[in-house]
């Protein structure tokens, strides 16, 4: 009996129809991307944020011009000296009496110092006293007085540290000395600065 033979390769015949298809399913797909397909294709915009850097304010400087007459700002200048001379006069002073508590000094030496102190402080009195300010300005006069009634006591002051320096005590008329000599230094001071900040603030 004769048997009938398959086709080895039926591939063949399947093959040419995947191919048809694939081929017509491309044609189609390309087709409606060339028509968009009444799709509306709109593009994706990204917001883009520029960083802008602060710019530094521009600072503003306010100046006020004082004119002030030139025998008031030799006037200022003069006790603005002076306050100074005060501080060298009582870091001195300060020191003096220092050395003397901690023992570091003679009696002798520490009465030499003392009695030193005495003609600091009576140079001074004459220093602030002359000339002064200019008689036309009645404030300046008027505060100027106030500094001389000062440098007064400080004088006042360095006689009385001595007097304690000698006294049978046992150094507590010395140290109210003391107490008294710092409190006018420190207000003959704050005086300076509250005549020199009247006069020349704007």
């Known amino acids: 009996m004769e048997t009938f033979n398959e086709d080895p390769k039926p591939g063949r015949l399947v093959l040419p129809l995947v191919l048809i298809g694939m081929i017509a399913t491309t044609y189609t797909f390309i087709n409606r991307v060339s028509t968009n397909n009444n799709l509306e294709i709109e593009p994706v915009v990204e917001d883009i944020v520029e960083a802008v850097e602060d710019e530094p304010e521009e600072e503003t400087t306010t100046t006020t011009t004082t004119t002030l007459p030139d025998e008031v700002i030799t006037y200022l200048e003069e006790i603005s000296s002076e306050k100074i001379q005060s501080i060298d006069l009582a870091t001195k002073v300060l020191e003096a009496n220092d050395r003397w508590d901690n023992e570091e000094v003679t009696y002798q030496e520490a009465k030499d110092e003392f009695a030193n102190f005495i003609e600091d402080a009576e140079q001074f009195v ?32 360095s006689q009385e540290l001595l007097e304690g320096l000698t006294s049978s005590d046992t150094g507590e008329r010395r140290a109210s000395a003391l107490d008294s000599f710092n409190n006018n230094i420190n207000q003959f001071q704050e005086k300076i600065e509250e005549i020199v900040a009247i006069n020349t603030s704007g």
């Open 126 to 157: 004459t220093t602030v006293s002359e000339p002064g300010p200019p008689l036309t300005f009645a404030g300046l006069v008027k505060s100027h007085e106030e500094l001389k009634a000062l440098v007064e006591l400080i004088y006042i002051d």
